[in-house]
């Protein structure tokens, strides 16, 4: 942990806890509705697979939810756009989301990160552009303590009224770093992160927000790796080469404040592809090889086009027609391109501000309350806002297959008395707008499930607000959006009843993971990701002494927290707290094998059962991480042999993929189900497959492993193995009786051993076999 120029005491990990202790909550649904069900509809798996079926189609009716930067839990220190953020959106069953790329000179130097600064997530100070891509990847990711409670804001306003006579709401942008503490993750690479949802094949979608020219970069470096792979004389081969299957579950997302056209984004394109390559490889045919692409069109871009445009009467430069045709122009360049008429999918960025602009008068009224708008600044927003609608109206009327997407925009900090958001280019904590009118806009943007016309593709910081929302509105009340062209917001939900007028107002509220200080609810309703980082594992009898004091130090300083009158409810808080602490500190321990606090941990009563972690319980961490021992001490004290509950990492499946063999054949003696599967890595005897794990092939076969089990992932045994190659496994495979004839419905990187082209949609034996002329198989068909 690194301190600059701390204000505040926080010294132990845990004590974070006291500036983000709030958890993301699953709010209720309408009766006849459940989780389960609603997050596949909007948060569907692996839908980047085939760029072409991203089409309106395809798209649930109310459209599909992505998480914001991978789904960041403040209170548990997952920070957005790391490894964890992304983890934890896959453990709670988000397979669309959205992270922040940074793609480098080459596409091995891109990393995520959300700021052109590294101050907000790490130590560092200054642009990454600064730092060299080795030092970038060796960076450890920090929480930022964005610490209201303790910073001296009183002090520093006192200065500024002396010196300038200023007022608390003009003080402006403000940096309240007063503390970092390690997460112990690093600076995640890009092509690595793409990689892992590749080769283990989850099903993730990755949307990768490039932002400046980077949409650019990030183009030419994909076009560059398809034409090393013969895309310039046979484009239908593209969707066989590793460089489309590496990229096939993204898509790439620009900004117009970059590219005023099609045309210009060309341009840039092969400008980046000549400075990184030497050589410019960009044709319009290539499009329908790239991931799906975004374009953002946000309006002061437009204005500025307006502004830009020569006309013979400056007295119209500011007109809702001249925008609306400006703005029409400037988008429809981003459609209908070439000669098989390539779309990208728009995100164009209209509040809601301009929903009830009267054009025939010029007049503005407040879209949430009908209440007229007089600030002229504001109405001229309003303005523009309206002539984005009725262009993003006319535009899916005149292309039924366009797709449309948007984002939620909520604020990163929520104090007591203001509301920040992180400046992109400074990473610093800028207040939003305090007036009324002047801050409608970004209160609009706030609103979960959008106003008129709802998207095709939204990406939420909250994204279970904002698929209960249109869970509420749009399922189950069936409301009309267009009326929201004429009738103010809250009088048009009032329509649905007072049930649904409340849930929604309150889906609405304050964003409490971004909520500085003491929780609304002392008890967290998701103990589960309260992760509290107990240190590295402990080497000599003294560190184990302190390990074991800072739990009992931990659990007593988040007793401490609760705030309530009665005795006997503060006293059942406490041990709620102290429990959830237990829990947690059992996994970590778990996870270092530190098997003397962990026996410890369990005689005081925590949960081994209870899930935790990304791998969920405690047996699951330790089988991953390999603790022989400590996986005996956990199923001698009742683990959970065929855990976590959740079912998303069992402790065979992570123990075979690490290739534990001595765990394993543990496992087995216990009587661990050794055929069942989960979600992420099939069965065991699957991924041991994929991952060339002869020995535990072996192993799990002669122990009964049924070799043609059905399997939580994409892939059968024989496809895993077949897919990387691994030929004795197969052999071993096919002597076991492995059908030949399963379809293999999504190969991940598979070439033809002879000729080097793509398998589709065939069997194992028509591959290998028949066409291959391999003796491996022609001996078992």
């Given amino acids: 942990m690194e301190n600059h120029g701390s204000i505040s005491n926080i010294s132990n990990p845990a004590s974070f806890n006291r500036v983000f202790n709030h958890f993301r909550e699953y709010p209720p649904l309408p009766t006849g509705y459940n989780w389960e069900t609603q997050k596949q509809q909007y948060c569907p798996r692996d839908r980047g697979a085939n760029s072409r079926m991203w089409d309106t189609s395809h798209v649930h009716q109310f459209g599909y939810v992505f998480c914001h930067r991978g789904l960041y839990e403040r209170a548990s220190r997952f920070i957005d756009n790391s490894n964890s953020a992304i983890k934890n959106g896959l453990r709670e069953g988000f397979f669309l989301q959205e992270v922040d790329v940074f793609p480098g000179k080459k596409i091995k130097d891109g990393f995520l990160a959300h700021d052109q600064t590294a101050n907000r997530v790490t130590s560092k100070k200054g642009s990454w552009k600064s730092y060299p891509a080795r030092e970038i990847f060796e960076t450890t990711l920090v929480s930022r303590v964005v610490d209201m409670l303790f910073y001296p804001r009183d002090q520093i306003l006192e200065k500024h009224r002396e010196a300038n006579h200023v007022k608390p709401e003009d003080l402006g942008d403000l940096d309240f770093e007063s503390t970092y503490l390690d997460t112990y993750e690093k600076v995640p690479r890009l092509e690595s992160t793409i990689l892992k949802t590749r080769i283990k094949d989850i099903g993730l979608t990755l949307q990768l927000d490039l932002r400046n020219d980077d949409f650019a970069t990030g183009i030419a470096h994909y076009i560059f790796h398809l034409a090393n792979n013969g895309i310039e004389n046979s484009p239908s081969r593209v969707r066989f080469t590793p460089a489309w299957d590496l990229f096939r579950s993204t898509m790439l997302k620009g900004y117009n404040k970059e590219f005023n056209s099609f045309e210009h984004l060309v341009q840039t394109i092969k400008k980046k592809s000549k400075e990184a390559y030497g050589v410019d490889v960009f044709k319009l045919e290539f499009l329908h090889q790239l991931p799906p ?46 000669k098989e008429s390539y779309n990208f999918i728009l995100e164009i960025t209209h509040s809601g501000l301009g929903l009830l602009y009267d054009v025939e008068t ?23 806002d309206r002539a984005m609608i009725d262009v993003s109206l006319e535009l899916r009327r005149e292309h039924p297959d366009l797709l449309f997407c948007s984002c939620t925009r909520l604020p990163d900090v929520i104090a007591s008395d203001q509301k920040y ?27 979960h499930g959008g106003l008129y016309p709802q998207s095709n593709i939204a990406v939420a910081d909250d994204p279970i607000a904002e698929i209960a929302v249109r869970t509420w509105i749009d399922q189950n009340s069936a409301l009309d959006r267009s009326e929201l062209l004429q009738k103010p917001y809250y009088e048009w939900l009032r329509q649905a009843g007072t049930e649904v007028y409340d849930a929604v107002n309150n889906l609405n509220g304050d964003f409490l993971p971004n909520r500085t200080g003491d929780p609304v609810d002392s008890t967290p309703t998701n103990p589960g990701t309260n992760s509290i980082n107990l240190g590295s594992p402990p080497d000599s009898t003294e560190r184990t002494r302190l390990w074991r004091d800072d739990v ?6 988040e007793s401490q927290l609760t705030n309530v009158d009665n005795e006997d409810s503060q006293a059942e808080e406490e041990a709620d707290l102290q429990q959830e602490t237990y829990d947690v500190a059992a996994y970590k321990a778990a996870e270092h094998g530190n098997d003397e606090v962990l026996q410890e941990l369990i005689f005081k009563g925590a949960d081994i059962n209870a899930s935790t972690g990304f791998f969920g319980s405690a047996l699951a961490v330790a089988c991953a991480k390999g603790h022989y021992e400590t996986v005996q001490i956990l199923l001698d004290n009742g683990a959970n042999i065929n855990g976590p509950r959740n079912g998303f990492c069992c402790p065979l499946q992570v123990a075979s993929h690490e290739g534990h063999v001595d765990i394993i054949q543990l496992l087995l003696d216990k009587g661990v189900d050794i055929n069942a599967s ?24 002669a122990r009964g492993a049924d070799v043609n089990a059905p399997t939580g992932s994409s892939k059968s045994p024989l496809e895993a193995a077949c897919i990387m190659n691994h030929d004795t496994i197969v052999q071993r495979l096919l002597a076991a009786g492995a059908d030949v004839n399963i379809p293999i419905n999504q190969i991940v990187g598979s070439q033809h051993p002879e000729t080097g082209m793509g398998m589709g949609n065939k069997t194992p034996q028509k591959i290998w076999g028949k066409e291959a002329n391999c003796d491996t198989f022609s001996t078992h068909a």
Avoid at 362 to 384: H, I, M, Q, W, Y
Avoid at 424 to 441: F, P, T
Avoid at 552 to 557: E, H, Y
Avoid at 683 to 693: E, F, V
Wanted: with cysteine; aromatic share 6%; net charge negative.
């Fill in 293 to 338: 692409l975004i374009m953002v069109f946000y309006s002061d871009s437009v204005v500025e086009l307006a502004e830009n445009d020569p006309l013979e009467d400056d007295s119209t430069r500011k007109s809702y027609k001249h925008i609306h045709d400006v703005f029409k122009k400037h988008v429809s360049s981003f459609i209908g391109i070439g």
């Fill in 421 to 447: 958001k992180a400046h992109h280019q400074s990473g610093n904590m800028v207040g939003w707008e305090r007036n009324e009118e002047k801050g409608l806009a970004a209160k609009l943007r706030a609103i």
């Fill in 552 to 557: 009992n130090d931990i659990a007593q300083r």
């Fill in 362 to 384: 010029g007049k503005a009224r407040n879209p949430l309350t009908g209440a007229p708008l007089r600030d002229e600044t504001v109405v001229f927003n309003s303005l523009v």
């Fill in 678 to 701: 989960n979600s992420i890595y099939g069965t065991a005897l699957a991924d041991a497959c994929a991952q060339g794990h002869e020995d535990i092939v072996k192993l799990l076969l």
